[in-house]
């Protein structure tokens, strides 16, 4: 597939030719590598920004059982605590 993109600022042509210059390659390879790569790096941004959602959830989950656990442990210790009254 073919992109075009016009009225790009000569400084940033130029400063984009001496980053492909130092890598050995042309313009067109240096900028594909650099457009494959954003996508890359997007797609993994997702996948980090879902990740931290899921963690996040997790931990609530996790804090709610925690509560839930300790009010079960209390309630468990008050009826033993009864039955040794009795």
């Not at 016009?6 to 594909?32: H, T």
């Not at 996508?39 to 839930?68: M, P, S």
Request: negative net charge; hydrophobic residues 35%.
């Amino acid at each position: 597939m073919e992109i075009k993109i016009r009225n790009v600022d000569p400084i940033a042509v130029k400063k984009i030719d001496e980053l492909a210059k130092k890598k050995k390659m042309s313009r067109q390879e240096f900028l594909k590598g650099q457009l494959e790569t954003l996508t890359l790096f997007q797609a993994q941004t997702d996948r980090e920004i879902e990740l931290e959602n899921l963690v996040r959830f997790n931990i609530q989950t996790v804090e709610k059982c925690t509560e839930v656990m300790e009010t079960m442990n209390q309630f468990i210790t008050e009826l033993m605590e009864e039955d040794e009254e009795r």
